[in-house]
């Protein structure tokens, strides 16, 4: 099993899918996350605590209307998280089972949070290695308004509530570098892996 950490928008989902290969399971807690925002049962309780505008008009949960609220609510925050982080932790259990029924030959967490959240949900201590993302703080800012609609700066501002990127990257065994375009994600990852004594993921 393979931790991914690195800044947000820094490329980690694209890394997670190079480092798994064809035969691996990249385990994507942010899909993971979406799953529990978009269940029925979940809304509900997002519409109580949040009010209607927590449900965008195409019946989908609102993320950035409640992203501005438990940033400026700490009491928000907690309640959200205080469900969101073992519904998800639920799901990374049946994926984990599933990938070893398959018997998977690689497994890849791309968890956001997964130093932060180490303690609660025990997953860095099953990790065989942990590995950083670089990338430039401006292209994640760019990348994240283009892809995500954030408005310039909240990539910055979501990262103060998080562990510093120095104390993450001090964490890992190894650093992929991605300042360049695929090709270059792809050798990148390809060097780690034999810098890690990895085996090749692919067949």
């Given at each position: ?32 996350v ?11 309780e ?31 925050r ?26 998977a ?32 703080p ?18 910055a ?28 994600l792809?050798?990148?990852?390809a060097?780690?892996?034999r810098?890690?004594g ?6």
């Amino acid at each position: 099993m393979i931790g991914v950490l690195g800044g947000i928008a820094s490329g980690k989902s694209a890394v997670a899918a190079l480092l798994a290969g064809p035969r691996g399971r990249v385990i994507d807690a942010d899909r993971l996350v979406d799953e529990v925002y978009h269940s029925p049962e979940f809304q509900a309780e997002l519409r109580r605590e949040f009010g209607a505008n927590a449900i965008a008009s195409d019946g989908r949960a609102n993320r950035a209307a409640i992203a501005t609220a438990i940033f400026a609510d700490a009491t928000k925050r907690t309640w959200l998280e205080g469900r969101i982080h073992p519904a998800v932790r639920a799901r990374i259990a049946d994926e984990l089972a599933a990938a070893e029924r398959e018997h998977a030959p690689r497994v890849v967490l791309d968890v956001p949070l997964l130093l932060e959240n180490a303690a609660a949900h025990g997953l860095v201590e099953r990790c065989a290695r942990l590995v950083f993302v670089d990338s430039a703080p401006e292209e994640r800012d760019r990348r994240a308004v283009a892809a995500r609609g954030w408005k310039p700066g909240e990539v910055a501002r979501r990262e103060a509530a998080q562990l510093p990127l120095n104390e993450k990257r001090r964490r890992a065994d190894a650093v992929v570098l991605n300042f360049a375009g695929r090709d270059e994600l792809a050798r990148e990852v390809a060097r780690v892996e034999r810098e890690l004594g990895l085996a090749s993921p692919t067949p």
